[in-house]
C-alpha cells in the first residue's frame, strides 16, 4: 500500500501522508474549548469518520470534497481513516447557523447580530433564524476561534471567493439540514472546511456535517428557550460546566455514565441520518 508518514496531532484527528495522498485518521480523544480531555470515547474517531463519508457522498452534488477513499486505508486505522487529495486549506471556518444557540447566542444577546448579520430583536436560545446566516470564524491554530465578518473573509480571501465559501456553506447546510430534520434531527448550525485542490478548485475538506462540528438536537424536543436532548458534545460541555472546571487544562476525567451517553448520543446521530445500524 505504500509508506505512511506521521504528519500532525491535532486536537481529535491525526494526519499521515500516503503515496502522495492524506490519510486524515480521528481518533476517540474529545476537546472541549481546545483542551483535549483525558478520557476518550469508545467508537468515537470511527463514527466520526464514517458519518462524514456518508455526507461526502450525499453532498457530492453540491461541491467537490476531499474524500478519495474509506476502504483503501492502511488496515491498522481500519474505519477510522479516510484517504483524501491534499488541499490548500482556506484560513476561515465556514460556519451556517439555523438556531440560535452557543457563541451565536452570546453575541446576539450583546450586539443583536452574529458576525455582523443584524437579527429580529426578541429572540432567545434556540429560536429558529428567519433564514439560514453565514457566520464565520477565524481558525486559530493555538488560540480560540473568533467570529469575523463577511466583509473581514473578503478582506482576507477576496470577493470571488469568499461569495463562494458563503453560498457553499448556506447550500451544504440547507441540504443536509432537510435531510436530517425528514430524520428527526435538527441541525442547528454546523461548521465546514475548504481548500485549494493542485487544479484550483474550490473544495469541501475536513469533517461534514458531524457530532463534533454541528449542533444536533432531537426534533421532538426542541421548544424555543428550552434546553433540547443533544446528540453532539454539547452532552459532555452540559456536564463539563457542572464540574466547576475552569476551562483551562487539564480537562476532567469524564466519569464512566458520560461516556456511555456521549457514545449512545454520537451513535443515534449516526443511525438517525444515515439510516443503518452501527455495529454494537
Not at 487539564?250 to 443515534?268: D, K, L, S
Request: proline content about 8%; overall charge negative.
Amino acid at each position: 500500500m505504500g509508506r505512511v508518514k506521521h504528519l500532525s496531532v491535532g486536537k481529535v484527528r491525526d494526519l499521515y501522508s500516503l503515496n502522495g495522498d492524506i490519510l486524515l485518521v480521528a481518533s476517540d480523544r474529545i476537546s472541549l474549548y481546545d483542551v483535549v480531555l483525558p478520557t476518550p470515547i469508545p467508537d468515537k474517531g470511527a463514527l466520526l469518520t464514517q458519518l462524514s463519508v456518508w455526507w461526502f457522498h450525499r453532498l457530492g452534488d453540491v461541491t467537490p470534497n476531499h474524500l478519495i477513499s474509506a476502504t483503501d486505508v492502511p488496515p491498522e486505522f481500519g474505519p477510522r481513516a479516510m484517504r483524501c487529495i491534499p488541499l490548500r486549506m482556506i484560513p476561515v471556518e465556514c460556519i451556517a447557523r439555523g438556531y440560535l444557540a452557543g457563541l451565536g447566542l452570546r453575541e446576539y444577546e450583546e450586539t443583536g447580530s452574529v458576525s455582523g448579520v443584524a437579527l429580529p430583536a426578541g429572540l432567545f436560545a434556540g429560536s429558529r433564524l428567519p433564514e439560514p446566516i453565514f457566520t464565520p470564524t477565524t481558525k486559530s491554530v493555538t488560540g480560540h476561534d473568533e467570529f469575523i465578518t463577511f466583509d473581514d473573509v473578503v478582506r482576507e480571501i477576496g470577493d470571488d471567493t469568499a461569495r463562494q465559501l458563503r453560498s457553499l456553506t448556506l447550500e451544504l447546510y440547507t441540504t443536509a439540514a432537510e435531510h436530517a430534520l425528514s430524520n428527526g434531527i435538527i441541525v442547528a448550525d454546523t461548521k465546514f472546511e475548504f481548500g485549494w485542490d493542485s487544479a484550483g478548485q474550490l473544495t469541501l475538506g475536513d469533517e461534514a456535517v458531524t457530532s463534533d462540528s454541528s449542533r444536533f438536537w432531537l426534533a421532538e424536543s426542541w421548544r424555543p428557550g428550552v434546553p433540547p436532548h443533544a446528540l453532539d458534545k454539547q452532552f459532555v460541555r452540559d456536564w463539563a460546566a457542572g464540574t466547576g472546571w475552569d476551562r483551562e487544562p487539564p480537562g476532567p476525567i469524564i466519569a464512566p455514565a458520560i461516556v456511555a451517553q456521549t457514545r449512545q448520543r454520537y451513535t443515534e446521530a449516526y443511525e438517525r441520518i444515515t439510516g443503518t445500524s452501527w455495529p454494537r
